[in-house]
């Protein structure tokens, strides 16, 4: 039997964050499956489908607010109360569907040879029989189960019930579902301290040597080519391309360079404007994207340009072939660089080039990590702290943010008892204040699809390193 060892060293705060992060993916799955074929023919066929309606409508109000109470929950004990019940009624509400689901097929299973008897060509996934059933065959309803007819209205009243505290419990929209800790990211510039960068000299050179080189072909009639710098969050991305943009052999090889901060909300018109200014150096006031974009084709025509499109998420086949039309006349040898945590996204740009970001070694994490604790580049001034602070950085597994974050957090404590309990504590137990992991890659919890989300979740409420068979997950 295969044994899965459990390494959720990232996890939700605590099991509260957990139980709300499950409720609004099981809300968003519960949504799918009202829409879903068999559910609705099945629901029509006996007469509950207004109630499914009614459900898709209030489930709907429910989602908008959920992040509020995902914020309030931790201050009213009353909210975390209302995520308690709606999880609970989200498990009954699925379980009905599914059985929803399953009468259906065995519905379709038992009259399948009937069906077929009417020799229809049928557009839909779903078996005609279901569509037409009990009404162009003539067959008699089977009746629903009664038990089933009240589960019905039991989850109804309870749904309502639950969607009529929302105004007393004052959860509120946010941003069209959308938080404002995402929108919250600082955009990033092309500037960077080298002093203050430890490693990444082979990187460097190596993506160097990418932008430098000659294609002699274009890449699928572009002048242009795309480098991916591709990496998980923190990872040290953003920081390798400025380094690279800012490399003396860089700045000859090319006649125009951009530095672009595109971020999750991927808008053309921002983008545009803000390369524009770059290569064009001066005041772009118009929001007009047919003007923004002619100025800058004009700009880059024959031109060798580099770009640097920083934190690219989108994934957007069109939204990347609309930004890249001004491109198209730069001068051969044109390079785009960008950063993503997405591979996808790397590949939807084309890609010619994936640069798979690694960690820093541990020694480059050590000084990454001194530098900001103890404003040193090792613990030569600091022995009683050496053993402990190794220790930390270890647990922070060659990824610099973690490297900084915990630096910051021990920056001016000499105390070892400060750092023995900064190496105890669990690094999302950390994060609350001037540590900013979980924030930093909460983001990447928020792309993932729906089904990943629910694992993510479930396997979180885990302890670290335990080993589950396959056989207990239950999802
Ligand atoms: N080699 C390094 N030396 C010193 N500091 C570093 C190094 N690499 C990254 N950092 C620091 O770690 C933090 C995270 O780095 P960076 O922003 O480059 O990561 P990223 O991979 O671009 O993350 P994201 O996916 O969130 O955009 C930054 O504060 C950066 O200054
Ligand atoms: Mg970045």
């Not at 005041?283 to 340009?305: A, E, P, Y």
Request: contains cysteine; charged residues 25%; glycine residues 4%.
């Amino acid at each position: 039997m295969p044994k899965f060892p459990l390494d959720n060293s990232f996890r939700f705060r605590n099991q509260k964050e957990t139980m709300s992060k499950i409720v609004s993916v099981s809300i968003e799955m519960l949504l799918e499956k009202l829409a879903s074929e068999a559910v609705v023919l099945f629901a029509r066929r006996e007469r509950i489908h207004d109630y499914l309606v009614q459900w898709k409508k209030t489930l709907e109000k429910i989602k908008a607010v959920i992040e509020d109470a995902e914020e309030k929950q931790t201050r009213e004990e009353s909210v975390k109360m209302w995520l308690y019940e709606l999880q609970n009624l989200a498990y009954d509400v699925e379980d009905l569907l599914g059985e929803f689901e399953t009468e259906a097929l065995r519905r379709k299973l038992l009259l399948e040879p009937a069906a077929a008897d009417h020799h229809q060509p049928s557009t839909s996934k779903f078996p005609k029989f279901i569509r037409t059933w009990g009404t162009n065959l003539g067959l008699p309803s089977i009746k629903l189960d009664y038990k089933v007819v009240s589960k019905v209205e039991e989850v109804n009243a309870r749904l309502q019930d639950i969607a009529m505290q929302i105004q007393p419990l004052d959860l509120r929209e946010k941003y069209g579902g959308r938080s404002k800790r995402f929108r919250q990211r600082r955009p990033t510039t092309s500037l960077v301290h080298e002093a203050k960068v430890y490693g990444r000299s082979k990187e460097r050179e190596e993506i160097v040597e990418l932008l430098l080189k000659e294609d002699g072909t274009s890449h699928n009639n572009n002048h242009f080519s795309v480098v991916s710098i591709i990496g998980m969050g923190g990872l040290g991305k953003t920081t390798l391309a400025q380094l690279v943009y800012n490399d003396s052999r860089v700045q000859c090889h090319f006649d125009l360079k951009a530095w672009t901060y595109v971020s999750q909300d991927f808008d053309i018109i921002r983008v545009t404007k803000s390369i524009l200014r770059s290569v064009a150096m001066g005041i772009v006031d118009h929001n007009d994207l047919n003007l923004l974009q002619w100025k800058l084709k004009k700009q880059l025509f024959g031109k060798r340009f580099l770009l640097v499109l920083d934190d690219v998420w989108n994934e957007n086949y069109n939204d990347w072939i609309d930004l890249s039309r001004p491109f198209q006349d730069g001068a051969p040898g044109s390079k785009i660089i960008i950063t993503t945590r997405n591979a996808d996204a790397a590949l939807i740009m084309g890609t010619v080039q994936a640069y798979p970001l690694k960690g820093l070694s541990n020694d480059d994490c050590m000084c990454l990590f001194t530098q900001h604790s103890l404003e040193t580049r090792d613990f030569s001034m600091h022995q009683p702290l050496k053993e402990i602070g190794a220790k930390i950085v270890i647990k922070c597994n060659g990824l610099p943010l973690a490297a900084k974050a915990l630096g910051c957090l021990l920056h001016g404590k000499y105390d070892p008892s400060d750092w023995e309990s900064v190496l105890n504590s669990r690094i999302w137990d950390l994060s609350q204040g001037r540590c900013d992991i979980v924030h930093t890659l909460a983001l990447s919890y928020h792309y993932l699809s729906r089904p990943l989300k629910k694992c993510f979740a479930y396997c979180s409420l885990f302890p670290k390193d335990y080993e589950f068979q396959e056989e207990e997950t239950i999802l």
